[in-house]
């Protein structure tokens, strides 16, 4: 299955700045895939080594010498490397003791070496006593498959490739097709392994078993990673998402968690969350002025799914009300549709956030930051696209562009852009 990123691990073989890649992201989003699948495509050959399955990787970084650790990887993988033509890869790193701090060696004493290391995003940032190697690596933060690459991994491409060129003759003309398929993808997710359930005409009550699996690997991962006394707290958050989103003001509350709950006791829990890249976190913003991290309110915030399939499972959504009509993306008042909205965006690494008006009826479901400028995005889960919000907001703050996204095609006003909501991540990266 083709993947985005593609494109940016590239760059980064090619860059005068190249260093130890670092890929992050949640646990079965397919980075060990990718890696693989990069390194055959750019590479003669490829020396894979994962330290979960491998026993004599606890002793690979004893020391620091990467002329020993080279030659020690060779051994394991039975692979002869060459500068600039190996792509040397290390998977699970996290349980390599000392494993991320010796990319900072590589970087200064091998830089010759096309190195990639990948894990849970769990271990890469809690592994308890590890130096993170801070300037000395790239990084690069990888996503569920978005709605672009779930059309052409189910051979969708002229479709997939009108959207991403935001050709919008064409993409009008295949509007409904379109539709109908974000109604699968809202069903189907872009976890890969349901994707490739989907185009292996799995039945979708299986696939639902899938995401179920996934997530029961998620809170299994809790009791490996978590510290012992936030496991409880994290699962309470985790568990309360269902009930958050279907509030018509989505801003978590805490008291949906349990009676008397306070902020002060979940911070940790909700920051693990966000570092396991299991969920996404939108702050309110103050003023809905660039740049947005100036104006963050941190105790205002939603919170959101990585994949739209992973939350369909965990609301019990059925297959029907989702790829049949429009009645999931108008359930819980819209939150599906925010969800979708908010996975689009992130894999665009743009700053976002919301907006309340204090004291007034009023909300912006997304504010992103693009050429200086706060963007205002007002989420419609139907076609019905009166909002009394966003008009408010454009007569009290006059924003060069304003966006409505929904289930209606491309259409340009003078201020205002109707985008669909399967091409806002398109639409939104031309403006970056």
């Known amino acids: 299955m083709e993947r985005l990123i593609i494109d940016e691990l590239r760059r980064w073989k090619t860059s005068s700045r190249r260093k130890p890649l670092i890929l992050n992201g949640a646990r079965q989003v397919g980075k060990t895939w990718i890696l693989k699948h990069f390194g055959s495509l750019e590479y003669e050959n490829v020396a894979y080594l994962n ?41 699970e790193i996290q349980e390599a003791p000392r494993g991320l701090h010796a990319l900072k060696y590589f970087a200064e004493n091998a830089p010759e070496q096309h190195v990639a290391v990948a894990g849970s995003l769990l271990g890469l940032l809690l592994h308890a006593g590890e130096n ?35 050709d919008w003759s064409v993409v009008n003309t295949l509007h409904d097709r379109a539709v109908r398929l974000l109604r699968m993808y809202l069903y189907v997710g872009g976890m890969p392994e349901s994707v490739q359930a989907y185009c292996d005409n799995v039945p979708l009550r299986d696939i639902r078993t ?34 958050q989103i279907a509030k018509e003001n989505k801003k978590f509350i805490f ?3 349990k009676k008397g709950a306070r902020a002060k006791e979940y911070e940790l829990a909700i920051q693990w969350l966000q570092d396991a890249g299991i969920v ?16 963050q309110e941190p105790e205002a915030f939603k919170l959101f799914m990585l994949d739209c399939g992973l939350l369909g499972a965990m609301t019990q959504t059925d297959a029907s009300e989702v790829t049949l009509s429009d009645n999931a ?18 894999c665009l690494q743009v700053p976002t956030a919301y907006y309340t008006k204090p004291n007034a009826k009023q909300e912006i479901n997304f504010l992103i930051e693009a050429k200086n400028q706060a963007i205002p995005i007002e989420v419609k889960s139907g076609e019905n696209l009166q909002s009394k919000s966003l ?42």
């Not at 692979?79 to 190996?86: D, H, M, P, S, V």
């Not at 996934?214 to 490996?224: A, E, G, M, P, Q």
């Not at 990673?225 to 269902?242: G, Y």
């Not at 359930?331 to 992130?346: F, P």
């Open 210 to 243: 899938i995401h179920n699996e996934i997530l029961t690997t998620y809170r299994n991962d809790l009791s490996k990673h978590a510290p012992k006394e936030q496991v409880l707290r994290i699962t309470q958050v985790l568990d309360s998402i269902p009930a």
């Open 132 to 166: 993170f190697p801070v300037g000395k690596v790239n990084i690069l933060q990888m996503h569920p498959m978005s709605f672009v690459e779930f059309l052409t991994a189910i051979g969708e491409r002229q479709l997939s490739d009108s959207i991403r060129a935001n």
């Open 255 to 257: 008291g949906l968690i």
């Open 51 to 91: 330290c979960d399955e491998e026993p004599m990787a606890a002793k690979l970084f004893e020391d620091y010498d990467t002329n020993r650790i080279i030659r020690a990887i060779e051994a394991l993988t039975r692979t002869r490397t060459t500068a600039g033509k190996t792509l040397i890869i290390i998977d």
């Open 280 to 295: 996404h976190k939108v702050c309110n913003v103050s003023k809905p002025q660039a740049p947005l991290t100036f104006y």
């Open 329 to 346: 993306f108008e359930e819980y008042r819209g939150a599906l549709a925010e969800q979708l909205a908010l996975q689009e965006l992130v």
């Open 391 to 432: 008009k408010q907001f454009i007569l009290e703050n006059s924003p060069e562009r304003a966006v409505k996204s929904s289930l209606l095609p491309y259409r340009s006003n003078e201020v205002t852009d109707n985008v669909p909501l399967y091409a806002l991540q398109s639409y939104i990266n031309a403006l970056k």
